[in-house]
């Protein structure tokens, strides 16, 4: 209820006793007509809407600020003169008028969804910057009131944050709301210790003073056509923040409520309800997050419990807005303060916490990111304007998206100093690769292909090292793409395939876009691989054959030649031989699937295999091994379950050394078994090193 009689209360903080008949007839409006107006554009019913903060406060100061533009010799008030609040008010209707109409043609234009990536730090930053306005407004009413003033709204606050730890011991007092709980104490100090204060009639009825259509008919066209192009950047920062406003509850109903809402129909309904609200003398009404969550998790989710809600709140404003024009000072300042825990971003609170204690002012990467902008609007909306801190908010919010995009717009050549392939080389194999990593380029693209970023991948060619003899484009991580950077893309696949070079297409069936997908297929010439990781060892591969590396490896290696079996006499070799299972396994066979139970180390003599973790169509590979490795060495190492799948990617010839095979060893021979574990130990150290200084370079 606190939220609906926002107009009331933020009128009385800004411009006096003289504002509270216009902020009641607005409250009336926004909270009725309004509401019909949404439901006939055939909103979403579980979405109910109401005043909110921060929209209401943009348009608040909107008008004051149009107020003192006015020119009134008779006016040297603290308050503008009823003179000067009509003009302002009237001028301020007609910029929310427009507001509300860019707010529709958002919708009609389909621009719903690029609002609704509209980042957390802007809507966090304008809630901690109204909050801070309330604070001021409510210091404001307790300056001039008096003593009873600040005990009773001290006395609401208080009773807000004992209730909300009552509640954590006591589940039953959840059944009663906090802010319940701290307006009725408001009320009973508010009546007991500050008098009533007289406040001005309140004239109801279609012809009243407080409809805007009258008030333009009232107001010269020549002071309001100056004030109009005054107020343009508030009314820019009004439909701004209404429609932020919005698709905070939007967020919230589809995450709570699992709801698919229509954002560009949400945008239309929005603009043109407040169109009606802006002819009527209304104020800006947004969808509430917090009204229509309480609706939904009470089972109202359809137009009949929207409507019962508008009556019942109809009914109360009739019934009761004659109190409202009486309310004392400090029952008003109570209500602004209990409007700041809502508001105040607690994630922000947190931070902010961390850095007091810690004194430590930088964070981690996004997160801290996140913090500095959500600080700087709040900061600009309390002690600037909240139009400012929304178009600063927005501007700083642009910039970390392009920092997060920038990637995409400025892709370059990576090569094998940076990527490798889980491909297990040799020593050999992998000091030769080291040496010529500038043979093999690598082009991960990310985000869109559009023309912001065509004229950045024509330019990738002329940086291309002249060595190289294979290139890996991996466009997995590519969500859409448009004509021009479809065409900037083709156009440097072709070129490459015309210096001879050979190009290798990675992630087609990751990425988003079937359009990019389609037509990466058609073209000749390309070797395509399922993955990056793929793509990367074709390339190693092909650098290896050029250096007479005999393909990169030898097509079959001796199991006596096995790397397990390093270091050993020849009648170690034969004994440990002599204990394992040869066998020949078909392509696709699965040696060992994850989480079986490990039951000894294979060593290859012919073929490949893959380790892979995950299942479905397309696992991830963690490992691929040759002639001449083993593998399956965890099992016994630690005792405990496969961790991956083991599957045959050709026909092999391998031998399995079981795990009763190895204690028999080191019953029988411990100097043989001691060999083979610091030949396990020595294998795995150079994997886990490559592997690290794989993940350095590409971080």
Same mark, same amino acid.
């Given at each position: 209820?606190?939220?609906?009689?926002?107009?009331?209360?933020?009128?009385?903080?800004?411009?006096?006793?003289?504002?509270?008949?216009?902020?009641?007839?607005?409250?009336?409006?926004?909270?009725?007509?309004?509401?019909?107006?949404?439901?006939?554009?055939?909103?979403?019913?579980?979405?109910?809407?109401?005043?909110?903060?921060?929209?209401?406060?943009?348009?608040?100061?909107?008008?004051?600020?149009?107020?003192?533009?006015?020119?009134?010799?008779?006016?040297?008030?603290?308050?503008?003169?009823?003179?000067?609040?009509?003009?302002?008010?009237?001028?301020?209707?007609?910029?929310?008028?427009?507001?509300?109409?860019?707010?529709?043609?958002?919708?009609?234009?389909?621009?719903?969804?690029?609002?609704?990536?509209?980042?957390?730090?802007?809507?966090?930053?304008?809630?901690?910057?109204?909050?801070?306005?309330?604070?001021?407004?409510?210091?404001?009413?307790?300056?001039?009131?008096?003593?009873?003033?600040?005990?009773?709204?001290?006395?609401?606050?208080?009773?807000?944050?004992?209730?909300?730890?009552?509640?954590?011991?006591?589940?039953?007092?959840?059944?009663?709301?906090?802010?319940?709980?701290?307006?009725?104490?408001?009320?009973?100090?508010?009546?007991?210790?500050?008098?009533?204060?007289?406040?001005?009639?309140?004239?109801?009825?279609?012809?009243?003073?407080?409809?805007?259509?009258?008030?333009?008919?009232?107001?010269?066209?020549?002071?309001?056509?100056?004030?109009?192009?005054?107020?343009?950047?508030?009314?820019?920062?009004?439909?701004?923040?209404?429609?932020?406003?919005?698709?905070?509850?939007?967020?919230?109903?589809?995450?709570?409520?699992?709801?698919?809402?229509?954002?560009?129909?949400?945008?239309?309904?929005?603009?043109?309800?407040?169109?009606?609200?802006? +002819?009527?003398?209304?104020?800006?009404?947004?969808?509430?997050?917090?009204?229509?969550?309480?609706?939904?998790?009470?089972?109202?989710?359809?137009?009949?419990?929207?409507?019962?809600?508008?009556?019942?709140?109809?009914?109360?404003?009739?019934?009761?807005?004659?109190?409202?024009?009486?309310?004392?000072?400090?029952?008003?300042?109570?209500?602004?303060?209990?409007?700041?825990?809502?508001?105040?971003?607690?994630?922000?609170?947190?931070?902010?916490?961390?850095?007091?204690?810690?004194?430590?002012?930088?964070?981690?990467?996004?997160?801290?990111?996140?913090?500095?902008?959500?600080?700087?609007?709040?900061?600009?909306?309390?002690?600037?304007?909240?139009?400012?801190?929304?178009?600063?908010?927005?501007?700083?919010?642009?910039?970390?998206?392009?920092?997060?995009?920038?990637?995409? +717009?400025?892709?370059?050549?990576?090569?094998?100093?940076?990527?490798?392939?889980?491909?297990?080389?040799?020593?050999?194999?992998?000091?030769?690769?080291?040496?010529?990593?500038?043979?093999?380029?690598?082009?991960?693209?990310?985000?869109?292909?559009?023309?912001?970023?065509?004229?950045?991948?024509?330019?990738?060619?002329?940086?291309?090292?002249?060595?190289?003899?294979?290139?890996?484009?991996?466009?997995?991580?590519?969500?859409?793409?448009?004509?021009?950077?479809?065409?900037?893309?083709?156009?440097?696949?072709?070129?490459?395939?015309?210096?001879?070079?050979?190009?290798?297409?990675?992630?087609?069936?990751?990425?988003?876009?079937?359009?990019?997908?389609?037509?990466?297929?058609?073209?000749?010439?390309?070797?395509?691989?399922?993955?990056?990781?793929?793509?990367?060892?074709?390339?190693?591969?092909?650098?290896?054959?050029?250096?007479?590396?005999?393909?990169?490896?030898?097509?079959?290696?001796?199991?006596?030649?096995?790397?397990?079996?390093?270091?050993?006499?020849?009648?170690?070799?034969?004994?440990?031989?002599?204990?394992?299972?040869?066998?020949?396994?078909?392509?696709?066979?699965?040696?060992?699937?994850?989480?079986?139970?490990?039951?000894?180390?294979?060593? +290859?003599?012919?073929?490949?295999?893959?380790?892979?973790?995950?299942?479905?169509?397309?696992?991830?590979?963690?490992?691929?091994?040759?002639?001449?490795?083993?593998?399956?060495?965890?099992?016994?190492?630690?005792?405990?379950?496969?961790?991956?799948? &083991?599957?045959?990617?050709?026909?092999?010839?391998?031998?399995?050394?079981?795990?009763?095979?190895?204690?028999?060893?080191?019953?029988?021979?411990?100097?043989?078994?001691?060999?083979?574990?610091?030949?396990?130990?020595?294998?795995?150290?150079?994997? &886990?090193?490559?592997?690290?200084?794989?993940?350095?370079?590409?971080?």
């Amino acid at each position: 209820m606190v939220s609906v009689i926002g107009p009331v209360l933020l009128f009385l903080g800004l411009f006096g006793p003289m504002a509270l008949a216009p902020g009641l007839w607005a409250t009336l409006i926004t909270a009725s007509v309004v509401q019909v107006a949404g439901m006939l554009l055939r909103g979403q019913a579980a979405l109910l809407s109401s005043t909110r903060n921060a929209s209401l406060l943009v348009y608040a100061a909107l008008v004051l600020q149009l107020s003192w533009a006015v020119v009134d010799p008779l006016s040297s008030a603290r308050m503008p003169s009823l003179l000067q609040f009509r003009t302002g008010l009237a001028a301020g209707s007609l910029l929310f008028l427009g507001a509300s109409a860019l707010v529709l043609l958002s919708g009609w234009l389909k621009l719903g969804t690029v609002f609704k990536m509209m980042p957390t730090p802007v809507t966090a930053g304008i809630g901690n910057g109204t909050a801070l306005m309330l604070i001021w407004l409510a210091s404001q009413q307790i300056v001039h009131g008096n003593a009873f003033a600040a005990l009773t709204a001290a006395a609401m606050l208080g009773s807000y944050m004992l209730w909300s730890r009552l509640k954590v011991r006591w589940p039953a007092a959840a059944r009663l709301p906090n802010i319940v709980v701290s307006a009725a104490v408001g009320l009973a100090l508010a009546t007991l210790l500050e008098p009533t204060l007289a406040r001005p009639a309140l004239h109801l009825g279609p012809g009243g003073p407080w409809v805007s259509l009258q008030l333009w008919n009232e107001v010269g066209l020549q002071q309001i056509g100056p004030l109009l192009m005054h107020g343009v950047p508030g009314a820019l920062a009004l439909a701004l923040v209404m429609i932020l406003e919005t698709f905070t509850a939007i967020g919230l109903l589809e995450t709570k409520g699992g709801l698919r809402i229509d954002a560009n129909r949400e945008l239309i309904v929005l603009g043109g309800s407040n169109i009606v609200s802006a +002819l009527l003398g209304g104020v800006p009404s947004t969808a509430s997050p917090l009204r229509s969550l309480a609706n939904w998790n009470a089972g109202g989710r359809g137009t009949r419990a929207a409507l019962v809600c508008l009556g019942l709140t109809t009914l109360l404003l009739l019934a009761f807005g004659k109190w409202l024009l009486a309310m004392p000072a400090g029952l008003v300042a109570g209500l602004f303060l209990l409007q700041v825990p809502i508001l105040v971003n607690r994630p922000f609170l947190q931070r902010l916490g961390e850095i007091l204690r810690s004194r430590r002012w930088r964070g981690a990467g996004a997160v801290d990111l996140g913090f500095w902008i959500t600080l700087v609007i709040s900061l600009v909306g309390f002690f600037g304007s909240l139009m400012w801190a929304c178009f600063l908010g927005v501007g700083l919010s642009c910039l970390a998206v392009l920092r997060r995009v920038s990637i995409n +717009l400025t892709a370059q050549w990576a090569y094998l100093d940076h990527h490798r392939s889980r491909r297990v080389r040799d020593v050999e194999a992998g000091r030769q690769l080291e040496c010529e990593y500038q043979r093999a380029a690598v082009l991960r693209l990310t985000g869109h292909l559009f023309f912001g970023n065509s004229a950045r991948l024509t330019q990738l060619f002329d940086e291309l090292d002249p060595q190289v003899l294979a290139v890996v484009i991996d466009v997995s991580r590519v969500h859409d793409v448009d004509p021009s950077g479809l065409g900037a893309l083709v156009w440097l696949v072709h070129t490459l395939r015309d210096r001879q070079l050979v190009v290798v297409l990675s992630g087609l069936t990751s990425t988003r876009s079937s359009e990019l997908r389609q037509t990466l297929k058609k073209l000749p010439g390309v070797c395509y691989c399922v993955d990056l990781d793929r793509g990367l060892e074709v390339c190693e591969d092909l650098v290896l054959a050029s250096l007479n590396a005999a393909l990169n490896a030898p097509q079959t290696v001796a199991l006596e030649g096995n790397l397990l079996l390093q270091d050993l006499s020849s009648d170690e070799v034969r004994a440990v031989l002599n204990l394992s299972e040869r066998s020949e396994v078909a392509q696709g066979t699965v040696l060992f699937y994850q989480d079986s139970q490990a039951d000894g180390v294979w060593l +290859l003599e012919q073929g490949s295999v893959s380790v892979l973790a995950g299942s479905g169509k397309d696992p991830i590979r963690l490992a691929t091994f040759g002639p001449g490795q083993f593998f399956g060495e965890m099992g016994f190492v630690d005792g405990k379950t496969r961790s991956a799948t &083991a599957r045959a990617d050709t026909p092999l010839r391998a031998a399995l050394l079981h795990n009763h095979s190895m204690a028999t060893l080191m019953l029988e021979q411990p100097a043989t078994a001691l060999t083979i574990m610091r030949n396990i130990a020595r294998e795995l150290s150079h994997r &886990a090193r490559t592997e690290s200084a794989q993940r350095a370079d590409e971080r």
